[in-house]
């Protein structure tokens, strides 16, 4: 995780103020919904994504899914990199990442 140096105070209302520049970078615009998470003692922000799954639930898919076939996890893997289905016929990744959406 890469610090930015940036201290801020948490007011009153236990609000803390995302520096305009680090909103911008991040393409946070107002009201942009925020999920909070905590590690350990790190408190984490994401943007809210109610339909995304997130990389331990697709590390898991995955995994069963190559179980199931038979096959090494990597192959899946590899052949999605690649833009192609596991079968070897091709389909865009735009398309794999729409069909991944709709799971």
């Known amino acids: ?13 236990g609000r803390i103020v ?12 107002e009201g942009t919904p925020m ?5 350990g003692s790190k ?5 809210y994504q109610p339909d995304a799954w997130s990389a331990d639930e ?4 995955l995994i069963d899914a190559a179980k199931d076939a038979g096959k090494d996890p990597v ?4 052949a999605a990199r690649k833009g192609e289905k596991a079968d070897g016929r091709t ?7 729409r069909r991944s959406e709709n799971h």
């Not at 192959?75 to 590899?78: C, E, K, P, T």
């Open 1 to 13: 995780m890469k610090s930015t140096g940036i201290v801020r105070r948490i007011d009153s209302l």
């Open 18 to 29: 995302l520096p305009k520049e680090l909103r911008r970078v991040l393409h946070l615009p």
């Open 35 to 39: 999920e909070i998470s905590v590690d």
């Open 43 to 47: 408190i984490i922000l994401h943007k």
């Open 58 to 61: 697709l590390t898991e898919a």
């Open 75 to 78: 192959y899946y893997l590899d």
């Open 91 to 97: 389909e865009s990744v735009p398309a794999l990442r």
